[in-house]
């Protein structure tokens, strides 16, 4: 019997110490959430709001600008996530093997030193070295004996431009993560393989990948999830043009909930935006059980 | 084990590459700041300045527009979402992993699922009610959804799993009270841990613009993310003027940078954890 009490007493003490975050999360983001829910079954009309069940996802659905910027969004993440797993390999790879400590340590700030600059800051710079006159990206083509590029303002261009952007400032945060990973693996393995003759190349496919397995899976899910994510690269250098060719999906949201003011529709895109990152994750969560032992 | 000079070499250009390819835009910017617009037009493109005596440019960025109260204003929303969200996870972490109680799992669950929601999926409620309490243009509707990360909540409570729980059972023999306890023998154990979130915390909240830039609209109220695209907003994008602005902004973080940088490169390494 005081046993108990003690427990409940200790129970308790461990829920105050618990309150604050849970109260915090329930009202600023769970009650929220159930009531953007709510928004995508209802809509308004001079104020006065109505059910209608499921009419606001069927307009999206079939609204040609929505599969447009789930188009460009699916576009710039197959650019931009896979160039950012194989720099960060080859970042973190270069990292482990440096025989200079100069060279590393200049590698390892170099490449994590984009983290500091915001996507606003960065978009601005690259859309200012990427300038179809004056950006010395261009004079640099021209040198080389090639004819100037619009990037930003060609409608064919504009995403792999903003992929550059995105990989730039993510390249420094996965290789970090591929690098703890890549130093968790026992050296005697490599050693066991250069003995039985394994080439480097060899090892690294048949040891290195394999054990890595649990980062490449988490890295690649970050990955995708901040590039579907998309916002402030597009929304600062091209505002979703030329010609909404790239209108990614949280660009079509904001505007339509802050341009056109249309909440019921906005909430109705991010319900579906939540789906697809629930559905990424479940993926996640899946590849990750899948663990490779020696 | 010896390497090959050809290896060597291999990886030397490969790191050069890449180094280039990450400091490039840096550079780029700081040059391109000390120029004047009749410079930043001429071609071919000389590299650097004339004169890196020509700070015109930030002088006129800080006549444009009152940068110092956007950074100011930064600042402020970091510095306090930072530190709340260090108070309110750490002892979250301290209660999900050191006590037992009813529905314990579910209210951790429940944190945890707004690492998946996107931030977009409560935006509008959120911005209606800014609205209607009249919390748009002021400091607290700013930092009201940055003041507790979800993933600070996931964080702390791997890191307390680690404290000992002889410890605090020893304090509590001692007649330590229960606050006492988390306050002087708990929270030192999980130092590195409080260092990582505040970390990135602090970095996320500087580099936010989503939120800021639906819920700002008066100047004096702008943080510098949506300072600096308020340089954007002119016919003629005037790349003189945001570079210096982007000098500005990322000044700040470069410093904090060099100070913390071995604490950043272990934060990013365990944000990893969030799998």
Redesign the interface.
């Given at each position: 019997m005081r046993k108990r009490t003690y427990n409940s007493r200790k129970g308790l003490i461990g829920f105050l110490f618990v309150f604050p975050a849970v109260l915090y999360f329930l009202v600023v983001y769970t009650y929220p959430f159930i009531q953007t829910f709510l928004l995508s079954f209802f809509t308004e009309h001079r104020g006065v709001s109505s059910f209608v069940g499921l009419e606001n996802y069927k307009e999206v659905l079939t609204d040609s600008l929505f599969w447009k910027s789930l188009i460009n969004t699916a576009y710039l993440t197959l650019i931009s996530v896979p160039i950012t797993i194989v720099l960060a390999l080859l970042v973190a790879v270069l990292l482990d093997k440096s025989p200079s400590i100069l060279v590393r340590n200049t590698l390892q700030i170099a490449s994590l030193l984009p983290m500091m600059m915001s996507l606003v800051a960065a978009s601005l710079i690259f859309q200012w070295i990427f300038d179809p006159v004056y950006g010395i990206l261009n004079e640099l083509l021209v040198k080389f004996g090639m004819k100037k590029q619009p990037f930003f303002s060609s409608p064919t261009q504009v995403i792999p431009s903003v992929a550059i952007i995105t990989i730039w400032i993510r390249v420094g945060f996965s290789a970090t993560i591929l690098l703890a990973g890549l130093q968790s693996i026992p050296t005697h393995y490599y050693e066991a393989a250069l003995i039985d003759g394994a080439s480097p190349v060899k090892s690294f496919f048949k040891i290195t990948l394999p054990l890595l397995n649990s980062q490449i899976v988490l890295v690649c899910i970050s990955e995708i999830i901040f590039a579907v994510k998309a916002f402030d690269q597009v929304f600062i250098t091209t505002g979703g043009g030329p010609a909404n060719s790239s209108r990614v999906i949280v660009l079509h949201l904001y505007e339509t909930a802050f341009k056109w003011f249309d909440y019921n529709e906005a909430s109705t895109i991010a319900i579906l935006l939540f789906v697809l990152l629930m559905i990424i994750s479940i993926f996640q969560w899946v590849f990750m059980r899948k663990k490779v032992e020696y | 084990?010896k390497?090959k000079i050809t290896?060597?070499i291999l990886?030397?250009v490969?790191?050069l590459i890449?180094?280039c390819?990450?400091?490039?835009?840096?550079l780029?910017?700081v040059l391109?700041s000390f120029k004047t617009p009749a410079e930043?037009?001429r071609?071919?493109?000389s590299f650097f300045p004339d004169s890196f005596k020509n700070l015109s440019n930030y002088e006129e960025v800080f006549n444009r527009q009152p940068f110092m109260r956007f950074i100011a204003n930064s600042m402020l929303i970091s510095s306090f979402s930072c530190l709340f969200s260090i108070l309110?996870?750490t002892?979250?972490g301290?209660?999900?992993s050191?006590?037992?109680?009813?529905f314990?799992e579910f209210?951790f669950f429940?944190?945890l699922?707004?690492l998946?929601?996107?931030f977009?999926?409560?935006?509008?409620?959120?911005?209606?009610?800014a609205v209607k309490f009249h919390l748009a243009d002021t400091y607290t509707g700013l930092v009201?959804?940055l003041?507790?990360s979800?993933f600070g909540?996931f964080l702390m409570r791997q890191g307390m799993d680690v404290v000992p729980i002889e410890l605090i059972e020893a304090a509590r023999i001692d007649g330590s009270s229960?606050f006492h306890t988390?306050y002087k023998i708990v929270m030192p154990q999980v130092k590195t841990f409080i260092a990582t979130q505040a970390i990135i915390k602090f970095?996320w909240s500087?580099?936010e613009?989503?939120w800021p830039?639906?819920i700002t609209n008066r100047v004096d109220m702008k943080v510098?993310?949506v300072g600096?695209?308020s340089?954007?907003n002119m016919y003629f994008?005037e790349?003189h003027l945001?570079?210096a602005a982007?000098v500005l902004?990322?000044v700040p973080?470069?410093i904090?940078?060099a100070i913390f940088?071995r604490g950043?490169?272990r934060a990013?390494?365990m944000?990893?954890l969030?799998?």
């Open positions: - | 084990m390497m290896t060597k990886i030397y490969l790191a890449i180094i390819f990450m400091l490039f835009p840096f780029w910017m391109t930043i037009q071609l071919p493109i309110i996870t002892m979250a301290y209660g999900f050191k006590f037992d109680f009813r314990k209210f429940l944190i699922c707004f998946i929601v996107p977009q999926a409560v935006v509008v409620p959120l911005f209606q009610w009201l959804p003041l507790v979800s909540v229960e988390f970095m500087w580099n613009f989503f830039l639906v510098v993310t600096l695209q340089f954007t994008v790349y945001i570079t982007a902004s990322v973080m470069v904090m940078f940088q950043i490169v990013v390494a944000s990893g969030k799998g």
